[in-house]
T-cell receptor, first 113, second 112 residues
Framework: NAGVTQTPKFRVLKTGQSMTLLCAQDMNHEYMYWYRQDPGMGLRLIHYSVGEGTTAKGEVPDGYNVSRLKKQNFLLGLESAAPSQTSVYFC????????????FGPGTRLTVT | DQQVKQNSPSLSVQEGRISILNCDYTNSMFDYFLWYKKYPAEGPTFLISISSIKDKNEDGRFTVFLNKSAKHLSLHIVPSQPGDSAVYFCAASVQGAQKLVFGQGTRLTINP
């Protein structure tokens, strides 16, 4: 049981490049989330999904897109990366909104130069 | 608008003593609160939670206290151990909101 995994672990992009971060969970969770962590800012929600085929905006969605084509996967895309998107990205999943506990992946450290 | 605030970026405590981490919130609709622990290069892991119908929840060395009138919660760790050195995030949720709001985190260092 791997839990929540994230690919890649590290990435360096040039401004304007695009990339996709992959999150996978093997716990059959309905809910999945993408956060970014920046110094002094805590964890801020980018987008989330309440089930396969659904997505919704979080607190800081601008510059990101997401897709949930399969229940176990949640993809985060950056179409045109900017230096302000340099951050550590965490994916999380949970069984239901009533079970508030979320399980987090190990994170992806992204640097945009 | 920071709805969940951890005003102490860091805290240093001697091993064996009590660690007290604080968290304040502004949204009176929050009805569930959680604490997460994060080690470097790892994702946060759930530590303990409390519902707004309670004022205290205990799990081993960890106790969370909720003061609804003051919109304040605290995490007590006693006795503190070196392995408790980590960043601690508090988080809050409104029932049915399907998402958590996190504080900025407090870095706890336990000194031998």
């Amino acid at each position: 049981n791997a839990g929540v995994t994230q690919t890649p672990k590290f990435r360096v992009l040039k401004t304007g490049q695009s990339m996709t971060l992959l999150c996978a969970q093997d716990m059959n969770h309905e809910y999945m989330y993408w956060y970014r962590q920046d110094p002094g800012m805590g964890l801020r929600l980018i987008h989330y999904s309440v089930g396969e085929g659904t997505t919704a905006k979080g607190e800081v969605p601008d510059g990101y897109n997401v897709s949930r084509l399969k229940k176990q996967n949640f993809l985060l895309g950056l179409e045109s990366a900017a230096p302000s998107q340099t951050s550590v990205y965490f994916c999380a999943s949970s069984y239901s909104p009533i079970a508030y506990e979320q399980y987090f992946g190990p994170g992806t450290r992204l640097t945009v130069t | 608008d920071q709805q969940v605030k951890q005003n102490s970026p860091s805290l240093s405590v001697q091993e064996g003593r009590i660690s007290i981490l604080n968290c304040d919130y502004t949204n009176s609709m929050f009805d569930y609160f959680l604490w997460y622990k994060k080690y470097p290069a790892e994702g946060p892991t759930f530590l303990i939670s409390i519902s707004s119908i309670k004022d205290k929840n205990e799990d081993g060395r960890f106790t969370v206290f909720l003061n609804k009138s003051a919109k304040h919660l605290s995490l007590h760790i006693v006795p503190s151990q070196p392995g408790d050195s980590a960043v601690y995030f508090c988080a809050a949720s409104v029932q049915g909101a399907q998402k958590l709001v996190f504080g900025q985190g407090t870095r706890l260092t336990i000194n031998p």
